[in-house]
């Protein structure tokens, strides 16, 4: 039986992957409100930036400044390659696509390949295609 999650109020008593969500979320839904944009774009390392300025502990106070500065940068690559396993594709995706290349240059046209192919260009990755383009 895993973890009894506690009320919001009491973050203390969850676990810290909640609270890190719940932290990741709570600047997330600040910068999209500050933002004029209907659709705002959003800055994971800003999220991320924040998220340690919050949270500074003696070990990270005393991190090189150029080993802090770098740490919201690989934290925010880190959760886009983690988050990439549990996207997949919108029903006719792969079909729209393929109509929009016919007409538009597309700026990265191998984003689908796994992680097993290797990708020599934005456009040729090599491997079968059962192994290119499918939702992870």
């Not at 800003?46 to 003696?58: A, F, K, N, P, V």
Request: a positive charge; hydrophobic letters at 35%; charged letters at 25%.
């Amino acid at each position: 039986m895993g973890p009894v999650l506690q009320p919001e109020s009491n973050l203390q008593a969850r676990p810290a992957c909640h609270h890190v969500r719940d932290l990741y979320f709570r600047i997330l839904k600040e910068q999209r409100r500050a933002s004029p944009e209907r659709y705002p774009e959003f800055d994971a390392v800003g999220i991320w930036r924040s998220i340690i300025d919050e949270h500074l502990t003696d070990f990270t106070r005393a991190l090189p400044l150029a080993k802090l500065d770098q740490m919201p940068l690989f934290l925010a690559e880190m959760s886009r390659g983690i988050s990439r396993h549990r996207l997949g594709l919108y029903p006719h995706v792969r079909e729209v696509l393929n109509v929009l290349r016919e007409h538009y240059p597309l700026a990265l046209d191998g984003w689908a390949c796994r992680p097993r192919t290797r990708c020599t260009s934005a456009t040729t990755c090599t491997g079968t295609s059962s192994e290119r383009g499918r939702p992870a």
